[in-house]
């Protein structure tokens, strides 16, 4: 089996805030129910450790001491974790995450995990959802791409890391690693690497907008006040990117943009060349069938792709979009027909809709 280096590599915000909640307010009745180590010092402790908190950044959170000791830390000899005495729900918890782990066969079915625990279905999942915020099949899935991180951290081809982790197509690889390793396998293996992006930033109807493309399409679309905020964002974004400043880059491109945001071109229509997950790119495609002028709710677009549950994930989608104007997520709203966020502030939001209200074309 390979070694784990942090078996919760991808869980949902929702439970990883409930784990450092924990550690954060010293909550005893979490002992035994996860360990968190610290990057700096290399120890792992339990949630009630008397010792000083260490950043959000430092922490990773560990099912179980043994897997904090594969992935290099030493137990705390303040709070002794190994000795931690779990609750009866914690210590089932760990029970089933063991078996988890040491299947190398594929997923386990819930109903099995279920009946060698000795529980229904729906209290081994009510269970397992209330002591660490997510399912064992949430779980199972974490276990399963940070052993294809391992692999193709190795150097293992994307084929044979398929059947070391057992994933039973390639379908089935794509769709949950893109999801959770954040790109496709080919390119995560890469390390991201390989893309030539040229930017420009000049002046625009809502202060100053950096224009950043490859030679296949826009890559990023920011607007602020300050260039040196722009550009570091930029960086930020692609951080493993060959990146440098060309004003003469793509100046059909860039003029389209300011154009648009002019208010005299609003119909916009380019190509982009972004680094993205298949779920955010499904996101990213129904907004940009929205038509200008008009809005549509979170949920809207979340039943728009056959997600209809999935209204924060199109949240984080839109937040992510970094491809602004040209995918335009200022043209979703909350429920309530508030703005809710934007990355490049509610006033210029409120602008953008303005103003394609004003320039869209009356309905006949």
Request: net charge positive.
């Amino acid at each position: 089996m390979a070694t784990l280096p942090n078996p919760f590599p991808a869980i949902p915000p929702r439970a990883r805030r409930m784990c450092l909640a924990a550690v954060a307010s010293r909550d005893a009745g979490m002992d035994g129910a996860f360990v968190y180590g610290v990057r700096s010092t290399g120890i792992y402790c339990r949630p009630s450790c008397p010792s000083k908190r260490p950043t959000t950044k430092q922490i990773l959170l560990f099912a179980r001491p043994e897997i904090a000791e594969q992935a290099g830390f030493r137990e705390c000899r303040r709070c002794h974790p190994r000795d931690a005495k779990a609750n009866p729900r914690a210590d089932l918890v760990r029970r089933v995450c063991r078996e988890i782990e040491a299947n190398d066969e594929g997923p386990v079915s819930l109903r099995m995990l279920a009946e060698r625990a000795g529980l229904s279905a729906a209290h081994l999942q009510r269970t397992f959802r209330q002591t660490i915020g997510i399912t064992p099949r949430q779980y199972a899935d974490a276990v399963r791409v940070a052993r294809l991180k391992s692999e193709l951290r190795k150097g293992t081809d994307v084929t044979t890391a398929l059947h070391e982790v057992q994933y039973g197509s390639s379908s089935r690889l794509y769709e949950q690693s893109d999801a959770q390793l954040g790109m496709t396998p080919a390119t995560y293996r890469r390390g991201g690497e390989g893309m030539n992006i040229s930017y420009t930033i000049v002046p625009c109807a809502l202060g100053r907008v950096l224009v950043a493309a490859t030679d296949r399409g826009i890559s990023a679309v920011y607007i602020g006040d300050r260039d040196s905020d722009l550009a570091a964002a930029l960086s930020k974004e692609y951080p493993r990117a060959n990146i440098r400043s060309d004003s003469g880059a793509h100046s059909k491109w860039v003029s389209a943009i300011v154009r648009h945001l002019a208010g005299t071109n609003p119909h916009l229509d380019l190509p982009t060349d972004v680094v993205a997950t298949a779920f955010q790119r499904r996101v990213w495609e129904a907004l940009r069938a929205i038509p200008s002028g008009t809005t549509r709710t979170y949920s809207e677009v979340a039943r728009a792709i056959g997600k209809p549950s999935a209204i924060r994930a199109v949240a984080r989608a839109c937040a992510t979009n970094p491809t602004s104007i040209v995918v335009p997520c200022h043209r979703v709203v909350r429920t309530d027909g508030s703005l809710g966020g934007y990355r490049w502030g509610l006033d210029r939001k409120q602008s953008l809709l303005d103003q394609e209200r004003r320039t869209a074309k009356p309905a006949h």
